[in-house]
């Protein structure tokens, strides 16, 4: 039931979003939409923690990375496990995306919900993808 409601606000989000991004300059419109907007947060966990959530809030709007991809660009290539286990502690899924991250080869896994949940959300944000502007 919990995992519901959040897909549930998930889509309510995403729709929202689609709704304030109406509401922008025609140079905004013109150059494509925004797929992320900067929030001010403050989320508790050690510094590794911080530092992977960081790097979930750059992963582009329905794109993915794997968990060796994130230990990369942490300069910690052996940390693959370690950003699991700082996914699992993530307490803001939606807004810091730890859906978007899988494994090395493409699999879905490792999603304190469930793939099912993690695949419906990959899917949610496909289903909202800009149109490219026909010319």
Known sequence: WYWF????LA??????????????TKDQ???GKRQQFSVALDISGTEFQQQVYQ????????????????ALALGKPGAAR??????????LPIIIP???VIG??????????GVEIKQQ???????????????
């Open 29 to 31: 419109q013109s150059l």
């Open 11 to 24: 889509k309510q989000i995403i729709t929202l979003y689609h709704a304030v991004q109406k509401t922008t």
């Open 121 to 135: 959300l990959l899917e949610l944000e496909q289903d909202y993808l800009p149109q490219p502007l026909s010319v």
């Open 104 to 113: 090395r080869n493409g699999q879905l896994v490792g999603f304190a919900s």
């Open 82 to 91: 370690a950003v699991g286990m700082a996914n699992n502690r993530n307490r």
């Open 98 to 100: 730890c859906h978007r």
């Open 55 to 70: 790097q979930l809030r750059q992963i582009p709007y329905a794109q993915t990375r794997s968990y060796k991809d994130i």
């Open 5 to 8: 409601m959040v897909l549930l």
